[in-house]
């Protein structure tokens, strides 16, 4: 295997692309009935590696073994990450480049980085203000006699909603410049909860 070197995007990626199952079926492990096949980290004569539902990990139930697709080749080749996720890269033809870059590959995969640290900085500030503000509208859901109640019936639901658009597909929700100014104004929402008691 060449040497590269890979960032956090390439792991992503790689887990992006391939399913736990798809993998173990690949090196020799048939995924039964149920989603469980043979560990191949002791000897297991009857099936108790669990593959996760969303295909993207693994547990074994005996051995305690567990992770995803890299954890995965990484036990049962005996590699570290970075070389089981080459290995992975390598035996899928997956559209990974990790032979030496050019100039201009090098700042555009920088500027991906960047995006990609950026957006994660956003979605964790998001989730820490609209955590707070959901956690003070169901103190206030239940107190009937509290100035934010009628808020908290109005707003309760829609704050859930935003923390799982959040959480599922934050580049629209980042990219929404909407959504982007009702989290500021939600910030100084949550400065003067205080002062509308």
């Not at 559209?95 to 994660?120: A, F, S, V, W």
């Not at 955590?131 to 707003?155: G, I, R, T, V």
């Amino acid at each position: 295997m060449k040497s590269c070197r890979l960032c956090k995007e390439d792991y992503d990626e790689v887990k992006r692309l391939l399913s736990m199952e798809r993998v173990a079926e690949f090196y020799g492990y048939k995924v039964q009935r149920g989603r469980v096949c043979l560990c191949p980290f002791h000897k297991d004569t009857h099936p108790s590696m669990k593959i996760y539902p969303d295909g993207k990990g693994f547990y074994c139930w005996s051995c305690g073994a567990g992770g995803d697709v890299v954890k995965f080749v990484g036990l049962l080749f005996g590699l570290g990450n970075r070389e089981a996720c080459l290995k992975l890269i390598d035996d899928f033809s997956l559209p990974i480049k990790t032979e030496g870059l050019t100039y201009r590959e090098k700042r555009e995969r920088q500027d991906r980085q960047n995006r990609y640290r950026k957006l994660r900085k956003f979605q964790e500030e998001a989730h820490s203000i609209l955590w707070e503000y959901w956690k003070l509208l169901c103190n206030a859901a239940q107190q009937y006699s509290s100035p934010h109640f009628d808020e908290a019936m109005q707003e309760l639901s829609i704050v859930e909603y935003w923390l799982e658009c959040l959480k599922e597909c934050p580049e629209e929700y980042y990219a929404d410049r909407k959504a982007v100014r009702k989290l500021g104004e939600i910030e100084r929402r949550i400065a003067g909860w205080d002062d509308f008691a």
